[in-house]
């Protein structure tokens, strides 16, 4: 087998290899050529070639997404690190396992004017879980930096003494702060930073390793609840008539059919989801802003609970959380291994374990269920809701709205959906999810920045079909997302182009004017058709109504290459048949 020559990038392949970390995404650089000569011809690994480091970091969120394990992206010294900055910020957001692998010029080189060079060290200090600069290698006794700062150097009196004890301290340095920063990866779900300095010659391979490194294990401590926190959570759920819960984006199955049965059972009890939940019962309620938009003032302090309790990522509705503020309830409990945000100003109590084990001992020690109203009542509301919302898109004009609508009820079951951020999430967030879809979406900062990328890592690592529903302006924005090799053929995009940042015109401001469309709505008359042709992507365009429903009965058939699909709708309609929707259902 072919390896580096330069020891350190051996330690930090055979350590990747032994803690499984399989999948490697690489952009290509000169000072990261170690590592990629090392994990390129070594079959263990998955590796992917993309140039654009942004667009690379997103790819390999999505893998991280779906695999749920650590993944790596590799890239170069200086500017190339930067462009990883958003996928990391989304990482750190999202609580997803990203390990971020920078080449870097020895300590001598920095600062001094030599070219393609930063300060890498702790450079994603605010977004990170663990960031470390590992120990450049001696070469020889004649090599040894002065003042180095290690223990058993000081002790060392002859010159290739001191080089053995050096070389042996900073083999043992490196080799503990990798297992470190993957074992935090690993076990906080978050993005890591394992920052390189490597010396020329930077190409040279041998075929014998150089290094025997140890991979450690992380110090796995099982989570409890205080046995007095769970009673005092008793005796406050046993005595609410109103109870809530809220979840935000979770991974599929993640908590047990049994306990989602008997939340549903409690007439104390409403349950609100999104899309991005992947929880199903017909008892809950999945389309949260079509309940909260309409409510009279009464009617909002009829529904204010006593105890919140929230789980899962971060929320997508802006009025759930605008009521939640302002009807506060009188205690917010949040389930979490890892943090708990004050998102409602509100918070009483962060139970630290995951939400499956809180149900699995608290839901039995329930002793009896309050005599309550508070669901059948809601449910009612539901179900109105649900006739008008019927009712309004049967008349409403060729729109976003209706495409949405058109769009998510033409979707093959057991597809993978990637939704994109801005409109397209809130749009969906309207409908009524398919129990058997998987929905995911970046939200953790809600950028627009890596929705296709990170849909196309998803896919790649699927045995399902994905489809990807993005706005014009997501789309065009991550474009480069395209530039792979790795695209599936059964991935299928869906773009609503609406020629603009369509979700300003449903926000205050001045429509129709020249700086609003210059500055805000950013309007355009761009289309993806020749993206696909350079891509190799099948594409095809509608503007009308039968001809998207047409479009829609072949575009999920399995074909020989990836489809694109691009849904132009009316700009200047569109917000006012959405406005028009929220008002029909009051």
């Not at 462009?83 to 080189?109: C, G, M, Q, T, W």
């Not at 075929?207 to 796995?220: E, G, N, Q, R, S």
């Not at 479009?551 to 990836?562: T, V």
Request: charged content about 25%.
């Amino acid at each position: 087998m072919i390896y580096p020559k330069i020891p350190l990038a051996q330690t930090v392949i055979e350590i990747f290899k032994a803690k499984g970390i399989k999948h490697i995404v690489i952009s290509p650089g000169s000072r990261n050529a170690p590592l990629t000569l090392g994990f390129t011809n070594n079959p263990y690994f998955k590796c992917y070639s993309i140039v654009d480091e942004r667009c690379a970091a997103f790819f390999a969120l999505g893998i991280a997404q779906q695999v749920k394990e650590p993944t790596a992206v590799v890239c170069t010294s200086g500017s190339a690190l930067l462009n990883y900055y958003p996928a990391v910020a989304e990482a750190f957001y999202s609580d997803i396992p990203l390990v971020v692998v920078s080449a870097d010029r020895p300590k001598h080189l920095i600062g001094i004017g030599d070219g393609q060079t930063i300060n890498q060290k702790n450079i994603f200090e605010n977004h990170i879980l663990y960031s470390v600069n590992l120990k450049l290698d001696v070469k020889d006794e004649n090599n040894i930096p002065a003042n180095e700062d290690l223990p058993m150097f000081k002790n060392l009196e002859g010159k290739f003494e001191r080089f053995l004890g050096l070389q042996k301290d900073i083999q043992t340095h490196n080799e503990e702060e990798i297992n470190e920063a993957l074992n935090f990866a690993s076990l906080k779900k978050g993005p890591v930073h394992i920052n390189i300095p490597f010396d020329e010659p930077l190409y040279v391979t041998v075929d014998k390793l150089k290094v025997t490194p140890k991979a450690t294990k992380p110090i796995v401590k099982p989570k409890v609840i205080e046995e007095y926190v769970l009673n005092e959570c008793l005796e406050d759920w046993n005595k609410a008539p109103r109870k809530m819960i809220l979840v935000g984006a979770n991974q599929p199955n993640m908590i047990d059919k049994k306990w989602l049965n008997e939340l549903a059972e409690d007439d104390s009890v409403v349950v609100f989801t999104e899309t991005t939940s992947n929880l199903y019962h017909e008892s809950f309620f999945p389309s949260i802003d079509q309940i909260i938009e309409p409510l009279t003032e009464e009617e909002k302090r009829a529904l204010q609970p006593e105890i919140l309790l929230t789980f899962g990522g971060l929320v997508v509705s802006k009025k759930i959380k605008t009521f939640l503020r302002k009807y506060q309830p009188k205690y917010h409990w949040h389930l979490d291994e890892k943090m708990a945000n004050d998102t409602y100003f509100s918070l009483s109590n962060h139970i630290d374990v995951a939400p499956n084990e809180f149900f699995k001992v608290f839901l039995p020690k329930i002793t009896h269920y309050v005599k309550s109203s508070y669901n059948s009542t809601w449910r009612s509301v539901k179900q109105s809701r649900l006739r008008k919302h019927a009712e309004y898109l049967k008349t409403a004009p060729f729109s976003d709205l209706k495409v949405f609508d058109i769009v998510l009820k033409n979707i093959p079951n057991n597809h993978i959906l990637q939704i994109g951020n801005s409109s397209a999430i809130r749009y969906t967030q309207l409908f009524g999810s398919n129990k058997t879809h998987k929905v995911f979406c970046n939200r953790g900062t809600s950028g627009i920045d890596g929705c296709t990328s990170t849909a196309i890592g998803c896919a790649v690592v699927n045995d399902k079909p994905t489809t990807l529903i993005t706005g014009d302006l997501g789309f065009l924005y991550d474009s480069n997302g395209l530039w792979n090799n790795y695209i599936p053929n059964n991935f299928r995009i869906i773009v609503v182009n609406n020629q603009g940042g369509g979700i300003f015109r449903i926000l205050p401001g001045h429509k129709n004017t020249k700086n609003f469309e210059t500055y805000f709505e950013t309007t355009h008359q761009l289309d993806a058709r020749h993206l696909c042709r350079m891509y190799g992507l099948a594409y095809k365009s509608v503007s009308k109504e039968k001809a998207l429903e047409y479009a829609l009965k072949d575009f999920f058939i399995e074909d020989e290459r990836p489809k694109l699909l691009e849904v132009f709708t009316p700009k200047d309609l569109n917000d006012g048949v959405l406005l028009g929707y929220f008002e029909y259902l009051k």
